[in-house]
């Protein structure tokens, strides 16, 4: 059973950056596509980037370009390195972890991913 704790977020100016991260346990880290997601207040949730096992990483059109995901050479925790932020990338953040239905997880699909941590709140003010 994967378990997956966030942490890094916090409150920035428009055009700041901040870098959350995701520890990952329960699982042997190979096998997995791993991704953030977000939801903003009364927004369906939403997803930001993938990441597969071959470290190939596809992104919301939304954030291409400001954002990378990425993971630690044990692949035990997962980073999302936010850049240039707006005031439309407020919301909460989510780690999740996607154990097959890859084409789907691949396409930022949230249905894919079947383990979910807490989340962690980013708010970027203008």
């Known amino acids: 059973q994967a378990q997956l704790v966030e942490s890094g977020g916090g409150s920035v100016q428009s055009g700041g950056s901040l870098r959350l991260s995701c520890a990952a346990s329960?699982?042997?880290?190979?096998?997995?596509?791993m991704g953030w997601f977000r939801q903003a207040p009364g927004k369906e949730r939403e997803g930001v980037a993938v990441?597969?096992?071959?470290?190939?990483?596809n992104y919301a059109d939304s954030v291409k370009g400001r954002f990378t995901i990425s993971q630690d050479n044990a692949k035990t925790t997962l980073y999302l390195q936010m850049n240039n932020l707006k005031p439309e990338d407020t919301a909460m953040y989510y780690c999740?972890?996607?154990?097959?239905?890859?084409?789907?997880?691949?396409?930022?699909?949230?249905?894919?991913?079947?383990?979910w941590g807490q989340g962690t709140q980013v708010t970027v003010s203008s």
């Open positions: 329960g699982y042997t880290g190979s096998g997995y596509y």
């Open positions: 999740a972890a996607a154990l097959g239905n890859y084409y789907s997880a691949w396409r930022l699909r949230k249905e894919a991913f079947g383990y």
């Open positions: 990441i597969n096992s071959a470290r190939s990483s």
